[in-house]
């Protein structure tokens, strides 16, 4: 049944998402965010032959350090842990503060991040010509008959994986969970999930960007407080891009006690 029956007791949360494409870095700036990148995170970076990949490894600690110093916190507050299957999250080291939870994706020239206090997942797909025999491997009847009736299927299909790969990382499962044991329905621009025939309690948001679709899966909070359905409160939500104009912060220059950044399967 998932999270679609566990209770909350706090009624408000805040999401920030931050997204930087790394076709707007240049080389001066790269080296300013790598200089202030973690010793283990420049390591990492190094380890990859693609520059783009390099580049894609240092910008999610960057993306998170930016997110936590709008939420007000600083990445030298927290370790970076892992749930059971590898989902990293944020662990307080001091007291009076949040656990908050974080996901990261990346596809192509764009990288997401999305930081709450409560549990997310986020993704993030260019749009794939290959849909008919994915589809027919990984989705239910009904979703491959949303596939096929589309007018545009391949967007129809790149919509739709990244709802699930966006619910999958919320769960904190990963691929361990079968794609096929959940189900996406989509009507206009509502998205629900029927998960083991519940249908889950968590908002979920999909977008269409130029040639990519993002998706982010939260809890459904409005649900709770009874309001009417869909009536996310934007002032909760803080969505900014990251361009090249942008100075590196001394929140990026933090230090970091554990730098398992992106945990086993965090960006399936």
Known sequence: MYRGLIKRKEQHMKYIIKK??????????????????????????????????????????????????????????????????????LEPVRE??????????HSGEWVYLILSDDEVGIDVEKITDKATGIARRFFTENENRYIAHSEHP???????WTIKEAYIKYLGTGLSKDLKSFEINITGDKVLITDEGVTQNVLVKSTKKQEYFVAYVTYNYNNCMKETEGNEKEKNISISNISNTDNVPDCVCADNHNNDLDGQGADA
């Open 20 to 89: 930087i494409n790394i076709k707007t870095i240049d080389y001066a700036q790269y080296k300013d965010y790598f200089a202030c990148a973690s010793e283990e995170r420049q390591k990492k970076a190094m380890r990859y032959r693609r520059e783009e990949d390099s580049i894609r490894c240092i910008m999610g600690e960057v993306l998170l350090k930016k997110a936590l110093n709008e939420y007000g916190e600083a990445i030298g507050h927290y370790e970076i842990k892992s749930g059971k299957h590898g989902k990293p999250y």
């Open 96 to 105: 009076n503060i949040k656990k908050l939870y974080y996901n990261i994706s």
């Open 154 to 160: 391949d967007e129809a299909f790149t919509r739709l």
